[in-house]
């Protein structure tokens, strides 16, 4: 429980939201080893770009690759999830994830949480984000695991006509057909800074390799504008702006809660970026009267979620409120002092729309002429 304390504190320094002598100690402690992680990154890169490193072509027809400069929080799941549907039913498709921070992640070889008939392992097993994909599309094939390489070929002997590799940006022993990348527009570098004093585990100049840059959380069309502006200093993809909207909102039991507005409520998350999602229950007209926040893809403790239950109850809260990748955590529901319920969200293309579409048709017909 302290090092969870701790890692979010950390969170909160490398976000600039802590402020006094001892985050400013942390930061200069972490700026040298940022730097050496810049170094790391570019001479990586490099040997890819110049082919010192091997890259290994899955025998499958189509290769694409979801993921990001920086670490966490940019809506790659999302986005994954959005793409996949558009060839979900048309053509065999299998989704490689790292389960990260999972017990399969951990493994020597790749699991399968989906072999076409929904997940067969708990998300505590696989990781959220994977369960979620594989809840979503049943039929699609989700393995799990650190070797992407092996996951590829399992993938490809199971029928895989397609394959996502989800967060596969700096997974370039994998090559690929196509490079989607994924940006938050409410802070597109990461601090500026690479891990660990920010975010960027990437240099800008990688956004060179995209086909096609997804800016989440844009929230205006003069925010999509000058975000854009500035990606194209870096890179000729195709920008896209997107935004994460409330679709529903559910109790644990799966019934229907027609509006948050007046209720006051606990907030409980274990996410990249827990304001984001408290800014999302604002918007409702929810009243925070208190927030329990854990680490991102990690466990909630019972005791611990009890003891907040109760605090809650005692400030006036109505219920308890999470995220969707929150609440696949939980394989039974928990006895709590109030109701819990969570947020389902859906993300959706707002800003170059048309240019999504005709990119997503190009990439189907495409697809339909090798896979023959």
């Known amino acids: 429980m302290v ?35 810049q170094a790391f990154a570019f001479f990586r890169n490099s040997a890819f770009d110049k082919g010192w490193f091997r890259r290994y072509h899955p025998p499958v027809p189509l290769v694409i690759s979801i993921g990001n400069i920086v670490a966490g ?30 017990k399969a992640e951990k493994l020597p070889q790749p699991t399968w949480l989906s072999k076409g008939e929904g997940p067969i392992r708990p998300a505590s097993f696989c990781g959220d984000e994977p369960f979620l994909l594989a809840q979503y599309l049943p039929k699609a094939l989700v393995i799990v695991g650190k070797n992407r390489l092996q996951a590829s070929i399992m993938a490809a002997k199971e029928g895989a ?28 570098f990461g601090q500026n800074r690479f891990l660990p004093r920010g975010f960027l585990r990437d240099s800008a100049n990688s956004l060179k390799r995209a086909h096609l840059i997804i800016l989440n959380n844009t929230d205006s069309l003069e925010c999509y504008h000058e975000k854009k502006e500035l990606i194209t200093k870096y890179s000729s993809a195709l920008v896209v702006g997107a935004k994460m909207q409330v679709s529903g909102i559910f109790d644990f039991k799966g019934s229907h809660i027609d509006s948050l507005k007046g209720k006051k409520i606990g907030l409980f998350c274990g996410i990249a970026r827990p304001e984001y999602f408290e800014n999302t229950l604002l918007e409702e007209g929810a009243v925070i009267t208190a927030k329990h926040i854990i680490p991102d893809h990690c466990e909630f403790e019972q005791q611990t979620l009890d003891k907040f239950s109760i605090n809650c ?25 109030l109701p819990a ?17 005709h990119f997503i048709e190009k990439t189907k017909r495409e697809a339909a002429i090798i896979c023959q």
């Open 3 to 37: 090092l969870k304390k701790f890692e979010v504190y950390l969170l909160r320094v490398m976000k600039n939201q802590e402020r006094g002598f001892i985050p400013s100690l942390l930061k200069a402690f972490l700026t040298p080893l940022s730097w050496i992680f």
């Open 73 to 102: 929080g940019t809506g790659k799941t999302p986005v994954t999830l959005m793409l996949a549907k558009e060839f979900y039913g048309k053509l065999p498709i299998a989704i490689l994830s790292r389960g990260y921070r999972s």
């Open 313 to 337: 109850q005692k400030l006036g809260a109505d219920l308890l409120v999470c995220t969707e990748k929150d609440r696949v955590r939980f394989s039974t529901l928990p006895a709590l002092s």
């Open 161 to 188: 006509k397609l394959i996502f590799l989800e967060d596969g940006m700096q997974h370039r022993k994998i090559a690929r057909d196509l490079e989607i990348v994924v940006m938050d527009a409410r802070d597109l």
């Open 341 to 357: 319920a969570w947020l389902q969200m859906q993300l959706t293309v707002i800003y170059g729309a048309e240019e999504w579409s």
